[in-house]
């Protein structure tokens, strides 16, 4: 079956604009995050959203970060007035839901590369 | 809390000779261990994971991790490199927390295989 996708692939902006970042998780997964992975360093959390609501957003790092999922299967991730410290890879995953309590195993995309001038 | 550490940023093996790749973590809950490889230009993949069954967890591609509570470990290990191997591998904790799923990923160990 489909993985999960994201688009675009990569993403060039200018300093201060606003992108949307987009994420189709696997067909029937009710969990879906958002990470931030920095050239040579590990995934970051942002965002973890369980059906439409963001359970988590604790990772979200200002308020220029945004993100919804409004009929709890494709998600987006907003950033407004982008910095060049925004620049990375941005990873979304799905999971099918947490059994309970067992953490359940996480599909990632191939990731958006952002670039911001 | 949780956190995670990859005591390797880089690792250098020859090919045909054993990998082991480390990873030590702290919990305040029972947590889920996972392995996920990364190759260049290539999404994360999962290479295999602990959720409290059998503390030695074979993956794929010959990986396999033992979970030790006593040492906060889940070391990763491979009898015989490959050179498909090459590739950067990251530990990551998991636990529920008030109904959901915190996730913490390590900073990563990049595997270089010597030909």
């Known amino acids: 079956g489909a993985g999960v996708s994201q688009t675009p692939s990569n993403k060039v902006t200018e300093k201060g604009k606003y992108v949307e970042l987009r994420c189709d998780p696997i067909s029937g997964h009710t969990a879906l995050y958002w990470y931030r992975q920095s050239l040579g360093q590990g995934p970051e959390f942002l965002i973890y959203f369980q059906g439409t609501g963001a359970a988590d957003d604790s990772g979200l790092p200002n308020d220029r970060f945004f993100a919804v999922r409004p009929e709890g299967s494709v998600s987006t991730l907003k950033i407004q007035r982008t910095e060049r410290g925004d620049s990375a890879v941005y990873l979304c995953a799905s999971s099918l839901n947490m059994l309970a309590g067992v953490p359940d195993t996480q599909y990632f995309g191939p990731g958006t590369r952002l670039t911001v001038l | 809390a949780q956190s995670v550490t990859q005591l390797d940023s880089h690792v250098s093996v020859s090919e045909g000779t054993p990998v082991l790749l480390r990873c030590n973590y702290s919990s305040s809950y029972s947590p889920s261990l996972f392995w996920y490889v990364q190759h260049p230009n290539k999404g994360l993949q999962l290479l295999l994971k602990?959720?409290?069954?059998?503390?030695l967890v074979k993956g794929i591609n010959g990986f396999e991790a033992e979970f030790k509570k006593s040492e906060t470990s889940f070391h990763l290990t491979k009898p015989s490199a490959h050179m498909s191997d090459a590739a950067e591998y990251f530990c990551?904790?998991?636990?529920?927390?008030?109904?959901?799923?915190?996730?913490?990923f390590g900073t990563g160990t990049k595997l270089q295989v010597i030909p």
């Open positions: 990551v904790v998991s636990a529920s927390s008030r109904g959901y799923q915190k996730v913490t």
């Open positions: 602990y959720t409290s069954a059998a503390t």
